[in-house]
Structures are given as structure tokens and as C-alpha cells.
């Protein structure tokens, strides 16, 4: 367990997440059996790991996207937020890694950082771009 700084609008989506989940132990009545999950089924109990998978796989194919695996998005998560400048240690302590050098490999290139690396070079070289 460890805490996390998350942002105002995930708190937002988590309390009505919280709010739909106590409805349904409401209408689960005495079939409810509580995990203290966050995410659970109707009914309180785990979620299964490979039907989970399939929604998400099921989503992807939705909005037009390749297939991925749902542990992926820790790697979205570190090359977005690395796009966006927060330094490395912050994403090492929001990815939960305790060495710095997993987190680098959860940080991937993205061709607009390259296109922008050239510009600085070309600005700190050559005075142009």
C-alpha cells in the first residue's frame, strides 16, 4: 500500500465509481460479500482477470485502436506524463517503481519529442529553428 497524489477529476470519477458500487450492494442484498474492493462485480466479489481483458480489448476495437495489453497503459502513463515534462523521479514515485532505471523503460520516445529535440539543437547550434 502506498499513498498517491491523483488529480481532482479522477477523486470526482472515484466517488461516483463509489456511488454506483454502494447501489449495487444495495440491490446484491444479502448476495453482496464485501471484499473492501474498489472495483468488484455486482455482487462484491474480485473481478476476473481474463474477462477484463476482454472488455478492454473490446474497447480498443471500438475506438479504432490496435490491440494492447491492459499493463501497457503503465507504460502510457510514463511516456504521457514524460511528454508533458514531469521529470523522471516524479514518475518513478507515481509508477510505483523503486529503481529509476524500470521507470526509464517504462518512458518511450515519441516522434514529436524528437522533431523538437532537432529544433533545440538546431536553436543552441546554429541559432535558427
Known amino acids: 500500500r ?10 470526482e470519477k472515484l466517488r461516483q465509481h463509489r456511488a454506483l458500487q454502494n447501489r449495487e450492494r444495495l440491490l446484491a442484498g444479502d448476495q453482496w460479500t ?3 474492493l474498489v472495483f468488484a ?3 462484491g466479489t474480485p473481478l476476473i482477470g481474463t474477462r477484463q481483458s476482454l472488455l ?12 494492447r495489453r491492459f499493463h501497457d497503459m503503465r507504460h502510457s502513463c510514463g511516456t504521457i506524463l514524460a511528454a ?3 521529470p523522471l523521479v516524479e ?3 507515481i509508477l ?12 518511450h520516445s515519441l516522434p514529436e519529442s524528437q ?5 533545440q539543437m538546431d536553436q543552441a547550434l546554429w541559432g535558427t529553428g
Open 2 to 11: 502506498r499513498a498517491l497524489v491523483i488529480p481532482d477529476t479522477l477523486v
Open 34 to 36: 464485501d471484499f473492501d
Open 41 to 43: 462485480s455486482r455482487k
Open 56 to 67: 478492454f480489448q473490446r474497447h480498443l476495437e471500438a475506438a479504432g485502436l490496435p490491440k
Open 84 to 86: 508533458q515534462g514531469v
Open 91 to 93: 514518475i518513478q514515485t
Open 96 to 107: 510505483g517503481h523503486a529503481e529509476i532505471t524500470t521507470t526509464m523503460r517504462y518512458v
Open 115 to 119: 522533431r523538437q529535440a532537432a529544433r
